[in-house]
Structure formats: C-alpha cells, structure tokens
C-alpha cells in the first residue's frame, strides 16, 4: 500500500499541479515478471474543493483497498474542468493531456490500457469525467457521474434565467453562446460521437439525488443519452445526499465495474 | 517550534486557501502570563510558486528559528497578488483582509501589534508586499521587495511595447488602462500616502540584481519612492541572482530590521 | 472550516510530533465575543496507523462537519499508546500531557472544558482511549472504544500462551509480569477508580465485531467495568468489520453523545 | 519538475514508512526513447528530524535543480539508522533493502547504476550514509557525512564515560559491547572492506565543523580510514557550524561530485 502526494510542473498550463494517488497492497508484492499494472479510477472533485475531497469525504480508499485498484484524484482548483472562458488557464487539456502521459511517466505501476481504465467525478467532476471520457473513448472502460449536472449548457441557460450565475461560472465557461455547440457540450460530444457510427462509448453510470438541485437536468440528460444509443446506468436516490450518498455510490461503481471489468 | 499546514475556507474569494506557518522553539516554554506573542514575518511567493517556496528554496526557517519569529506563508496560486481582472476571483482581499482575521482567531500566539509585523515577497510577491503596506500602513513595521518589480503599471507597458504579455497578466491585470493610478498601482499609492501629510510609512526595502530583467524598473521605482520621502533600503547585486541571492537577502532582513525592531 | 496538519517538538518525548486537526465551518464565522469555543473529539489510530487514517478510512470528517465539532488526530506511532517498556519514548505522557496543552496554547478555538471534551480510538487507540479517561477523568464527557481489545492484559497472555507475541507488542508493553496491575492496565485503572467513592467515570462506549479476534475480551472487559459500576453502552455487531463498521460507530457515538452533550 | 511525498508500508518493518522525493525539470521534457535515467543523491536526516529537514532547511533543492539530479529524502525517526538494539525495528533493512526496491519500482525515472547514486547525510544521517556505502559498494559512486561522528564506537565510548547517555543511543546501539566490531561499527566494515583486496570503496567525504562536539572524533576517523587506504575528502570548518555550514557542504557535494561524475 502506498499514498503519492505529487505536485509537478504541468507545461500545458505552466502552473504547479498537484495530484493524489492511492496503490493498493498489491504494490508491495513481488512480482515475477514486473509487467502487471493496476487499474486505475480518476476520481474527480467538486467546485470548491480540491485532491483530497474524495479520501477525505469518502469511504473510496478502502474500497480502493479491497477491490485492488489504484486511485488518481487530481487538483483541478476552481476550473469547473474548462479551459478557463477567461484568464487563459488551459486546466482541461492538463488533466486530460498533460496528467495521464506525465503520472505513467513517473509511476510505472499504472495500466495504460482501456479496460483497466475509469473515470469517475462528483459535482462539476461528475461533468469533467462524462466529458473525458467522450472526448477519449480510447481511454476509459466506463465512466461514472455523481449528481454531475452533466448537461451544463442547460445548467447555466438556467442560472442565467434564475439570476443565479456567479463569477466562477463565467470565468469557466463565459456565456451559453460559447458553450453551446462546443467541445465543452457534452451531449453535443455525444451526438458526435453517435454519429461516427463506431460502436459507442462505454456504459455511462448517472447517480443522482432528488435533493439535489441538478436533479431534473440529470434526469433529462439520461434520456437523451440514451436515446442517442449509448447504454446510461442510472441511479435516482429518493432520500439521501451529498456524501454518505456518493460514497455509497462509488463503491458502487469499484466493486461492480471498476473491480468487475476484465 | 512547529509547523502548520493549514487549509481553510476563505468567505472572501469562497475557495479552500492553503498557508504554511512556522512557529520558532520559543513557544514550547512555558510563558507566565501567557500574553506574550510573536514577531510575524508575512513571506509572498512569486507567480508559478506557492506557499512553500519560501521554505524550500532559501534558508528562512533557520533565520527565523535564529531570531525567534514566526512566519506565516501564505497561497496565493496565479493571482499576482490582485483581485483578478478576470475571473472574478479578489485573492487580494483574500490576503489583506480574511487571512489576518482568521490567522490571528486560530492560532493565538501571533502578534497583532503594527511593530511586531513586517511583510516581504520574491517577484510578484515583492510588488503584494509592497502594495500591502502601501495600502495598510497601520500593519507593518517594515517591507522588503526582491526582485519584485514593485511598478506593474510600467512592468505592464514594457510588456506590452515588447509583445510579451501572457495571458496570466492579463487575466490578473486587465490593461494599462485599468492598472495605471488604481490601487494596485503601487506609486500612486505612495503618492496619495504621501500626500496625507502623515508620517510617511515605515523604510521600505528594495533588492534586486542586475541580471533581473525588472532591474531598472526597480531601480526608478526606488529613485520615485526616494523623491515622494519614502526612505528607501536600496540592494542592488552585482554577480548573484535568484534563490542564493534572495535568501541571503530575507536572511539580511530578518537579522537587521526584523529581529532589531523594538 | 479548516483543516490544520500540525508538527511539533514536544518536550516530553524529544521528537517533532505529528497531528491533524479539523475544525468545522463555524470557525469562519464572526463571533461576538470571541468566548466560545468548539467541542473536541480525540481520536486514536490504531497500530500501523498513522494520524491520517480517520480523515481517509472513515466518514469522520462528514459527521463532524454535520455535528460542528473539532476533530484531533494525533499520531503516536507504533507506540500501542504507551511509555515504551524497551527504549524509552513516552509516548503516553506526549499524548495525555504535552499534547493538550500546547495545542490548546495553540490553537485557542478548541473548548477545554470538560463537557466538551470527548476521546475515541480504533483498535489499539481504542485502548489508548479508555486509558486515557480512566486517568483523566476530569477532562472527558465520554468515550469510545472500537475494536479495541480493552484489557491488554488478557491480550498480552492470550498472545504468549498462543506463541503470536510481536516485536511491537514486547517493545511497548514489556511481559504481563510488568503490565498487570499497573497505570497501563484498564481494568486497575477502573477498579481503583471505583474504590474512589467519587461519582464513577461517565459512560464507556465499547463497540467490537464477532470477527474481531478480541470479541470475547472485549464482552469480558465490558462485564467486568459494568460490575465495578461503571455505565458502559456496548454494541456488538454480528457481520459486519473494519472501517465499514468503525466508520458507522464513530457518526454514531458523533451524533448521539458528542453533539447531544450540553 | 516535481516534488513527491510517498508514504508505503514497508514489509521490513512493517510500519507505514514516509519519504520525499525531489525531481528536477528534465523530467518534463519529451525522451526520445524513454530510457534515460536520473542520478539520485539519497538524503539522510538527523537525529531529532525528519525527512523534511533537508529542504526546509538548506538550499539543496536549489542545488539539486541547478545540477539536475533526483533527491530521495527518506524518513527513519528516531532510529540513529540502526535496525533498533530495543524495540525490534530493523530500520536500517528497511533504508538499505526495502526503499531502493520498492522505489524504483515505483518512479521508474531514477537510475539504478552504481555511478549514478550518492548518499549523504547529516549528524546520525552522516554515520547512516558512510555505512550504507560500505555495507553496499556496489550501489554507490560516493558518499558524504556531515558532522556524521562516524565512529559511532567512539562516540558511544565517550558518552558512557561523560555520563550524557541517553535514552535514545540506548535504545538504538544497546551498549559499545554489542557495537564494536559488529555490522554497524563503521572503522570495523573499513577494515573488512580493505581486506577483500577488491579495489577500495569510492571516496569519502567527511566534513565537520570545529565547533561540533564530534569534531575530533571524526578527525581522528579521517585518519584511520586513510590508513586502510581509502580516499578521504576532508573539510574541517573552522568557524561556521549548523545548517549554514552544511547547506554550503551538500551545494559542493553535488557541483563537485554528484553533477561531475560520468
């Protein structure tokens, strides 16, 4: 077992980066041939948290344990997973460029290749993790959002509406005008992605509460995934929130896919 | 002595802020009263580094332990020390108003007393200390710059008239246009400090080496700040430059004005 | 809310001590006075832990945000919560004296009264937790003790007779010859406690799994502290174990007697 | 560039064990085939610190950064780089086999031949560093103790006659009994080293200050490690002592001999 708390020099953005990662026992294990890697789960944090929201709120690190899987829980700071509308700060090609070739560079023990890859958020990391994945499909075996409001163009049209926007929203992702359509919409990245005719992007899981505000959005989005083809699991939560709930749902998500996978 | 690594969320700039505080042997003895607190050297990191540069790269926590004072550094990411022009995020209220407040109510051995506290920065940290005695002169007892290209506003049109400007000044500083005689403005500051007729704030320390590229701009600035009746500490190096430089430097400040002061 | 890692030298044991500290979001609020302080939790490690194990493990971080409480997480090692008998560091007394008092000294938002103060641990923390109380029965409401194989001295012959006695276990506790009878064995502690006439301990929380190897003397230990008077509330659990189980515990023991307290 | 802070359980000890590891910028640039390796100068603290000391208190991740070379900063306690004489903690098996193994298993970048790996070490660190290098002279390229008072018989020798003892040598080395000629008497591995015949292990650097306690012991070392005919690289400091000192030590340690080796 093994925690790596890594801060690095990203060039994407060139900013210090800082990132969390969990091995599991396995590690220590001598290994015949040095060749087995671990499957790893991106884990991806809310809008005003940061690395170490998911071990610090969740059960995640033991259920990492048990299932024998490695954790990537990178900072994002208050990015929302943009390259920043304003301020000119690139955070989603570091996460989704930069992060994955520099870690494998560094830490030799993670697997590269798809099926033993995921990739999970809760919040606005519930909207990052849909979008990696279906700007990467190569990259990932499945992808879990957590009361991720994943349609954020329809999120903001409502905070505009609402008079709800707030500074961080604009800073992340400007106006509706310039989200809407583009690489950052992600059912927009989904119609493309239908429309390529390959096989479609792995299962997309949705976990959400009706306490949360998001809730019809994400309820919405579901649809409309699949109804563009791809398979949507998804878990509607009547009484629970916030994180007993997405801690609930994480193990969830290792013990049934992450672990399961193979 | 002691060490905190301290995250807190800041109501001002409604983010999760990271400072490092270190604390001198003095404040495991038992203290009769009680009320005795410490002399607080406030250290500013430069753009591209965080709170733990200082402690990293120089040889301040030695000095400090040597003359008994604490240091509180603190994060201050890519903000340039500014209420972003874009972006909405005011990381200078964040420093010059929430941190002091929240530090002073945590941690209780810090002194408040205007003669007990003294701030210095590296790079965009030296103009922050700069502006934040110019701003609340009732705070310090002292300031030093190195490096700290102290005038952004010519800083600015320099970078401007070279084609040099990056997108993370210009998400902290907008244009000339706005910086120029606001109060991120540091000669303007000193002008309308000067122009109260008060007693004129505390010697303000300037160091810099002549392989910086701001180094004439610091050398005017410090000929301004001289005619407004500032005293001005001027260091100007001839071989040196960088981290050997600057920890010679705070190690200066801290034995001569610091620990003298009193 | 804030999160603090703290290093420091303690005088009892000579060597930089680690802790963490949590303080939940009332901190940031104003206050009018400035009098009014937080209820603590201490919470325990359990061997081959460290500090950090709570705050990563369990849900604890949640529930006291919830309950508004202070979270302590001091690291003590590999040290059973004990003065080593072999080579001499005095982990206990770092713990039970030191610690409060420079923290305290500190960090001044933290109550010292005795009603606020409550002391919890896993496995050998839960131990070192009821040791705790039982010596300083003036500084605690409550505590809990999970998993935590109370009576070491059972546990040390149980280990001996089996032939599963570690290193670890003879560095800190010596043979039962010394154990036995002594400020470090429980049930002493408590009968001598009882003797005092005074009015008894407040409740012990004893909370142990049928799969952990102690069960039995846990149930044993629970008796025997309840036939010397004490009030001690047990939960065995019949199929659940480790942090699943400790992390449901604590919120329990959080929600019911630390914040229901006053 | 990037900073790593590792924690792992290390099956030799059974303790989860922390260390830093410090990589310079050249890891961020493109590799044409991948296979290049960093040069490693292991680090080693002092009684009483930890594995932070280096960077927090010398220059040397400056001079590490400026000679493009890893550090690793492993922490060991309070264990004088001793597998403990009480207590049963083989910490020097964890140093010299478990991390080397399990960290390059982990960062695949840092080289594992021998003219590319250093140690050195400070006060207990410098007495760890020489014997780690005669224990394994096929790992390392050179060695540097810093006021190390690298015979350790000696220094036992004379504590026991001066009365000053204390809990911690007892702890670590037992008695000079069990000391001299064991496998942790420096001079004694001197001496089994010079009698293989094989060529003598590298140079060694002994540095140390006329105001060190040790001073004339590790004078005298200097001597009898000449006369079995090793390489010694002595600096006697006549006037400095401390951190200055060393920090200037370990800058010409890697400019000298680190950056020049190859």
């Given at each position: 077992m093994a925690t790596?708390?890594?801060k ?12 969390l990662?969990?091995?599991p026992?396995s590690?220590a294990?001598?290994?015949a041939?040095?060749?087995?890697r ?9 809008q005003?948290?940061?690395c170490?929201?998911w071990?610090r ?6 259920d ?27 955070y ?15 830490v030799q023990v ?6 033993d890859?995921f ?7 519930g909207?990052g993790?849909?979008?990696w994945?279906?700007?990467s ?15 954020r163009?329809?999120?903001l049209?409502?905070k505009?509406?609402?008079?709800t926007l ?7 992702f400007?106006?509706?005008t310039r989200?809407?359509?583009?690489p950052?919409?992600?059912l927009q990245?989904?119609r493309?992605?239908?429309?390529t005719g390959?096989?479609?992007a792995p299962a ?14 994400d309820?919405?989005a ?5 109804q563009?083809?791809f398979?949507?699991?998804e878990h509607?939560?009547a009484?629970r929130?916030?994180?007993p ?5 994480i193990?969830?998500?290792i013990a ?7």
């Amino acid at each position: 077992m093994a925690t790596l708390r890594i801060k690095f020099l990203a060039t994407s953005i060139q900013m210090q980066m800082h990132l969390l990662v969990f091995l599991p026992e396995s590690i220590a294990r001598p290994n015949a041939n040095g060749s087995s890697r671990l499957k790893v789960l991106w884990l991806l944090h809310d809008q005003g948290g940061d690395c170490s929201d998911w071990t610090r709120l969740s059960m995640v690190e033991h259920d990492a344990q048990r299932a024998d899987i490695a954790l990537v829980m990178p900072d994002m700071a208050h990015s929302m997973y943009m390259n920043m509308a304003h301020g000119g700060y690139p955070y989603f090609t570091y996460l989704s460029e930069d992060l994955p070739r520099h870690l494998r560079n560094l830490v030799q023990v993670l697997s590269d290749r798809r099926e033993d890859n995921f990739v999970a958020g809760v919040g606005a990391g519930g909207y990052g993790a849909l979008k990696w994945m279906l700007r990467s499909p190569q990259m990932f075996a499945a992808c879990a959002s957590l009361s991720g409001d994943v349609d954020r163009v329809a999120a903001l049209q409502h905070k505009q509406a609402a008079g709800t926007l707030t500074d961080d929203w604009i800073a992340a992702f400007g106006d509706t005008t310039r989200l809407a359509g583009s690489p950052d919409d992600n059912l927009q990245l989904a119609r493309q992605r239908a429309a390529t005719g390959e096989a479609p992007a792995p299962a997309i899981h949705l976990a959400f509460s009706r306490h949360d505000e998001s809730c019809q959005r994400d309820a919405q989005a579901a649809r409309n995934l699949q109804q563009l083809g791809f398979v949507v699991r998804e878990h509607e939560e009547a009484t629970r929130l916030g994180w007993p709930y997405w801690s609930e749902r994480i193990g969830d998500f290792i013990a049934k896919t992450v672990a399961a996978e193979r």
